[in-house]
Structures are given as C-alpha cells and as structure tokens.
C-alpha cells in the first residue's frame, strides 16, 4: 500500500492540468496528511514536483483559504530560498493578494515583496503579485504607504503593460 506522500507524487506526475491541480486540491482540503505533504513536497525544491503541488496550492486557496494559515510562515521562509523555482514563488505570492501573513512575517514578506519587485529578471506575474502583497501589508501600516508608492514608481516609465496596469489598481487602493 502507497503512502500518502508517494501517492501524491504520482499524482502530480501523472497528469499536469487544471482539472488534475482541482482533484489533488480537493483532497488536499478534505485531508490535512494529503496538505501537510503537499507543503512539504513545495518545500522540498524538487523541480518538477514542487511547480506542479505550487499550482495545486493556488487551487487549495482558493477552495479553503484558512486551510494554509499554519503554513504561511513556512512558505514565506520558502520564498528566500536561492533557485526557487518561479511557479512556486507565483503561486505563494498569489496566496498573499487576498490572506494576510502572520503579524511575525509582515515584515519578512515585505522585504521578499519588495526585493521581487525591483528585481527586472523575475517574470511579470511573480513582480505584479509581490506588488499587490505590498500594498495589502501597507494598508495595514499607513505609513508605509508613502514608501510603498514610490517603489512602484521608480519603475513605472519603463516597465510592461502588465506591470503599468496592476500598478494603476494598487496605486487608486493606496489613494
């Protein structure tokens, strides 16, 4: 008999899509083991396998967000690793648009935020997610808002469509 761990794996080597990520999330929701492995696989920094649980996890949130609260800090730890692998840096960044960290990582989220931001070599959609975590935390701490606006401006000239727009969205939130 498989274990959980191994049946996950092969469940996310089998298939890669959609509606694969929504099976694998429902049971992620329903079973906590089927979660806690799904975290640790993220974790684990294992290419193929941490892409593919990264998209389930988007899926996860989306079905249950409180499900992850006890995982967020170490996912946001996650996020510091050298050589993530950009699916896994979108998809928890994707988790920050709409749950906040814990009050003992805002700051560390911050910094990952900002440091994603700035940096031109990070695909669009992981600068344009760290973008909108920026702005939830600085809603939270109104005088970060000063400085929050003029990161995202430094760039705002020269930047993509992608970019210009989500930066319009999170500047009117900031007003």
Known sequence: MKSVAEELKNELVAEHSKTQSEKIAKKCVAEKIWLKNLIKIILENETLLSQRAAWVLSFVHRKDKTCLLPYLPQLIDNLSKPKLHDAVKRNTLKIFEATNPPANYET???????KFLRNKN??????????????????LYPELQHEVKEIILEQYDEESPAYVSRAKKELKRLK
Request: proline share 0%; no cysteine; net charge neutral.
């Open 122 to 139: 990070e695909a669009i959609a992981i600068r344009v997610f760290a973008m909108t975590a920026m702005v939830n935390l600085s809603l």
């Open 108 to 114: 560390k989220l911050l910094d990952l935020s900002i």
